[in-house]
């Protein structure tokens, strides 16, 4: 039997520590399909497709040992579509946790079938957002550290080639 996880979240933009997560849950699991929220309530800063491509272009595992996937329904109903046996989360913090586990027990209740795997980051990653990068790409910063250069370069592109507001 294939161990089949699903590891969802918006990734807007993609990070190291994103990658470091999926690295460490391979060696857990068979295959990993990056789940991508759409989110239109948060206000990605990348388009859902925008966002896939980037994930595609920065993923070092060859399908189907890892494949990217966008979804914009409820997560349960995508991981049991993709016939996956789990979900993927990181937690950085106990901030982290809290939430986590919330929406474990709420995606638990709503399909006990599937079950919720907590992985820590590397300690190099422990404090990356997706948040934090978006306001250092803003104001122009290094990134090199955070993100793939593919994602430093979407990141410029976005924020010194739109008119400003």
């Given at each position: ?10 990734f ?8 470091d997560?999926l690295?460490r849950g ?16 948060k ?60 929406m ?52 410029k592109?976005?924020y010194?080639?739109?008119p400003?507001?």
């Amino acid at each position: 039997m294939i161990r089949r996880a699903v590891y969802p979240g918006t990734f807007d933009p993609v990070t190291n520590g994103h990658l470091d997560m999926l690295h460490r849950g391979l060696v857990l699991f068979d295959e990993i399909i990056i789940g991508v929220a759409d989110s239109p309530r948060k206000s990605p800063l990348f388009s859902l497709e925008e966002r896939i491509d980037l994930l595609r272009s920065v993923i070092p595992y060859p399908p189907p040992q890892v494949s990217v996937k966008g979804f914009n329904n409820l997560l349960v109903h995508f991981v049991r579509d993709e016939k996956a046996l789990c979900i993927l989360r990181g937690v950085r913090a106990v901030s982290d946790f809290d939430y986590e586990l919330r929406m474990a027990l709420i995606n638990q209740n709503l399909d006990r079938t599937i079950e919720t795997v907590f992985l820590m980051p590397s300690e190099n990653y422990m404090f990356i957002t997706s948040t934090m990068i978006r306001e250092i790409a803003e104001l122009n910063g290094d990134l090199s550290l955070f993100v793939p250069a593919q994602v430093e370069q979407a990141l410029k592109t976005k924020y010194f080639r739109r008119p400003k507001e």
